[in-house]
């Protein structure tokens, strides 16, 4: 399994970006699909995610509004658009796949058994 994550860079308070997770050697559209991300000097955090078929996002409340997570089963690939985005939004942004998680587990990390490298997101004036 292989998860590339892209799209990140370096954007302005208020800008937006959309990040794409590409991936390879798994059954996409049963995989629930999550972007997490860690700050500088913080702990790895729940951004979104995308529950296998059903396609049904979650959001951490920071980012609910603001961002939003799809999948599109047919390029076996997950996006994160990003929008408004504040200097709090400054992390190394990560894709992962659960082929086990349940509902309630979407937000933990320990629910996903794949991860790809990061793609760092800074927001800055």
């Known amino acids: 399994v292989q998860l590339q994550a892209s799209g990140g860079g370096l954007v302005q308070p208020g800008d937006s970006l959309r990040l794409s997770c590409a991936a390879s050697?798994?059954?996409?559209?049963?995989?629930?699909m999550g972007w997490f991300r860690q700050g500088p000097g913080k702990e790895r955090e729940f951004v979104a995610s995308?529950?296998?078929?059903?396609?049904?996002?979650y959001y951490a409340d920071s980012v609910k509004g603001r961002f939003t997570a799809s999948k599109d089963n047919a390029k076996n690939t997950v996006y994160l658009q990003m929008n408004s985005l504040t200097p709090e939004d400054t992390a190394v942004y990560y894709c992962?796949?659960?082929?086990?998680?349940?509902?309630?587990?979407?937000?933990?990390?320990?629910?996903?058994?794949?991860w790809g490298q990061g793609t760092l997101v800074t927001v800055s004036s």
């Open positions: 995308v529950f296998r078929s059903y396609g049904r996002s």
């Open positions: 992962a796949a659960s082929t086990r998680a349940i509902l309630s587990q979407v937000a933990s990390p320990n629910a996903y058994n794949y």
């Open positions: 050697g798994l059954t996409f559209s049963s995989t629930t």
